[in-house]
């Protein structure tokens, strides 16, 4: 069986993060090992949440599983709480990545044209150095603005959606160049239709597919994203295939959810058989 270890946080409540990666990888026939950077009571845009920073128990994880002789067919990073953790993840690469590892690399920084408390200067400019260690990239438009330099108020005056999608499909091309890696920006969401895409760009092609956005946001839907892609690529399917896959898995998971909270995160669970292996 495969594996791949999920370098992310923890959350209780809000299905994101280890809680939406373990039943996605685990249905998917890849084994999840995971390697917690933080555990939350629940996610953080819950009002009130208590959160343990896992920084100081990262390096025994490196160093528990270089003794076992550990290896990973694919690496899977998400949120982080600062500059140190990130330290720790490149000593991950140094120690467990491999010319075959596929690493996928969700550059949690923030999310609509707003950076998120923990994230400075010097940890944006170590985020850019992590993505062009990765094989793919599944940044929003705000963390790719960042990781372009592109600015998001600009973004948002393109009032016609043709505009909007090729300003988006540009600022994807930078980063594949920057990057060499295959790039996917999540939850792109057009002005005027009022569609929600993902949009994926490599040296060769640029492709999106528009699908009804029902005018609510959830957590998790991103980490369940990132996890269906990173499954897939290990059962060999190509990135088209991989992301068709999550987006029908996910719009499934949306219209199975009750009227919950939408920090609650998408009622996923029902649909976990639509990821079996065939």
């Not at 492709?207 to 499954?231: E, H, Q």
Request: a negative charge; glycine letters at 6%.
């Amino acid at each position: 069986m495969k594996k791949v270890a999920v370098i992310q946080d923890l959350s209780s409540f809000g299905r994101c993060s280890l809680t939406a990666a373990i039943p996605v990888l685990s249905v998917m026939g890849v084994q999840p090992c995971p390697l917690p950077t933080a555990v939350l009571t629940a996610q953080s845009e819950y009002p009130s949440y208590y959160c343990e920073d896992l920084t100081a128990h990262m390096p025994h994880y490196i160093k528990e599983w270089q003794r076992m002789n550990a290896q990973f067919d694919g690496i899977y990073t998400g949120y982080v709480t600062g500059e140190e953790q990130l330290q720790h993840i490149f000593h991950f690469l140094q120690t467990f990545q491999r010319d075959d590892t596929v690493l996928l690399v969700d550059p949690v920084m923030g999310d609509n044209g707003e950076h998120y408390p923990m994230l400075t200067e010097r940890m944006l400019q170590h985020m850019k150095e992590l993505t062009k260690r990765a094989t793919i990239i599944t940044p929003n438009i705000t963390e790719s603005c960042f990781l372009t330099g592109t600015s998001y108020d600009k973004l948002q005056r393109y009032s016609d959606d043709t505009s909007y999608m090729d300003a988006i499909i540009h600022m994807a091309q930078q980063l594949a160049d920057s990057t060499k890696a295959q790039v996917v920006i999540t939850g792109v969401l057009t002005p005027q239709a009022r569609t929600i895409q993902n949009v994926y760009v490599s040296s060769e092609t640029a492709s999106y597919t528009p699908r009804r956005y029902n005018d609510k946001s959830y957590s998790g839907t991103g980490d369940l994203f990132a996890s269906v892609i990173i499954g897939s690529m290990l059962q060999r399917a190509t990135m088209p295939q991989a992301i068709a896959l999550a987006e029908q898995f996910i719009e499934a998971a949306i219209n199975g959810t009750d009227d919950s909270p939408t920090i609650a995160g998408v009622q996923f669970e029902k649909q976990l058989h639509m990821l079996l292996p065939r």
